[in-house]
C-alpha cells in the first residue's frame, strides 16, 4: 500500500513561490508516474502536472505551464511542484498521486491514478 503526504502549502501573494512536496511510502517508488491534481472550491480536481517513473519526461496543464515545475527524487520518495508567479486562480487543495502505470496519455485524468494524498491546501490573494 502506498501512502502519500503532501506539504508546503499555504498562504502566498500573488506573484510569489511556494514548493508542494509529497513524501510516499512503499517500495519501488521509482516505478510510480506521480502527478499532481489541484480542485478549487466549487470546481472539479483538474490536472496539475506529471513525471514519468524516471523523471525524464513531464507534462503539463496549460494552465500552469511555464509556472509550475514537476520534480521527482526517487532516492527521497519525494516529488515536489515548484510553483512561480501564482495567480489567485492557482487557489485550491493541491494532491499528489501515484500509478502503477506507463506515462501515456492517459495520466492527465485522475482515474488513471491508483493511490492518492489528502492534499495540502494553497491560497493566493491578490
Known amino acids: 500500500q502506498v501512502q502519500l503526504v503532501e506539504s508546503g502549502g499555504g498562504l502566498v501573494q500573488a506573484g510569489g513561490s511556494l514548493r508542494l512536496s509529497c513524501a510516499a511510502s512503499?517500495?519501488?517508488?521509482?516505478?510510480?508516474?506521480m502527478g499532481w491534481f489541484r480542485q478549487a472550491p466549487g470546481k472539479e480536481r483538474e490536472f496539475v502536472a506529471a513525471?514519468?517513473?524516471?523523471?525524464?519526461?513531464?507534462y503539463y496543464a496549460d494552465s500552469v505551464k511555464g509556472r509550475f515545475t514537476i520534480s521527482r527524487d526517487n532516492a527521497k520518495n519525494t516529488v515536489y511542484l515548484q510553483m512561480n508567479n501564482l495567480k489567485p486562480e492557482d487557489t485550491a487543495v493541491y494532491s499528489c498521486?501515484?500509478?502503477?502505470?506507463?506515462?501515456?496519455?492517459?495520466?492527465?485524468?485522475?482515474?488513471?491514478?491508483?493511490?492518492w494524498g489528502q492534499g495540502t491546501p494553497v491560497t493566493v490573494s491578490s
Open positions: 498521486a501515484a500509478r502503477a502505470g506507463v506515462f501515456d496519455g492517459t495520466t492527465i485524468y485522475e482515474s488513471a491514478y491508483d493511490y
Open positions: 512503499g517500495r519501488a517508488f521509482s516505478s510510480y508516474v
Open positions: 513525471s514519468s517513473w524516471g523523471g525524464g519526461s513531464t
